[in-house]
């Protein structure tokens, strides 16, 4: 049971604009910032968003990150198929004094 | 360009400890003044935060591994390391090491390709 919940799926077809959940709690996302992580088949995850809405160098414009509260959003438009992979959330938890990670989201471009 | 690369045994049997070192090489960065993270995942599973280490050796650690978990920083080699004791099938998983910034809540922003750790006698 993870501490920030994700849907554990998600899909749309190129082109479309998709949107992956994250919710949390006063200790975590209500309080600081969320981080979105983008792990492709076999591979590390790499950063995508950072600072809740902040996209790093190299990271399309098609990304874009949103906090409101306790929750998150990560929003993929212009889906294309190289976008296929898994999502996370992730961020630090006063209460816990550590970080907490979403269950991920397993993106589908149909 | 920074690179992490994890080493270690792949293959610890049961109730033993099974032992990382993560080694940081290129770029401008080196381990001093800044955080250092281990980040595990079970094959087929999601992502879980081990613990983080700041240069000077000050350590945050998973609440739920706290008790099992030790990690130390050797500056002079640009390395830090993990140990997991008393190890079960449970903490079969890929592991990997990453860099965040100068604050413990900073992201993890480099990651190593991880390295898979199968418990097993």
């Known amino acids: 049971q993870s501490v920030l919940t994700q849907p554990p799926s998600a899909s749309g077809t190129p082109g479309q604009r998709v949107t992956i959940s994250c919710s949390g709690s006063t200790s975590n996302i209500g309080s600081n910032y969320v981080y979105w992580y983008q792990q492709l088949p076999g591979t590390a995850p790499q950063l995508l968003i950072y600072?809740?809405?902040q996209r790093p160098s190299g990271v399309p414009d098609r990304f874009s990150g949103s906090k409101s509260g306790t929750s998150a959003s990560l929003a993929i438009s212009g889906l294309r198929s190289e976008d296929e992979a898994d999502y996370y959330c992730a961020g630090w938890d006063d209460s816990l004094s550590g970080w907490v990670f979403g269950g991920g989201t397993k993106l589908t471009v149909l | 360009q920074l690179q992490l690369q994890e080493s270690g045994p792949g293959l610890v049997k049961p109730s033993e400890t099974l032992s990382l070192t993560c080694t940081v090489s290129g770029g401008s960065f080196d381990t001093s003044g800044h955080y250092w993270g281990w980040i595990r995942q079970p094959p087929g599973k999601g992502l879980e935060w081990i613990g983080s280490?700041?240069?000077?050796?000050?350590?945050y650690y998973n609440p739920s591994l706290k008790s099992r978990v030790t990690m130390s920083v050797d500056t002079s080699k640009n390395q830090f390391s993990l140990k997991l004791s008393s190890v079960t099938a449970a903490d079969t998983a890929v592991y990997y090491c990453a860099k965040q910034g100068a604050v413990v809540s900073h992201w993890f922003d480099y990651w190593g390709q991880g390295t898979l750790v199968t418990v097993s006698s």
């Open positions: 280490i700041y240069y000077s050796g000050s350590t």
């Open positions: 600072r809740s809405n």
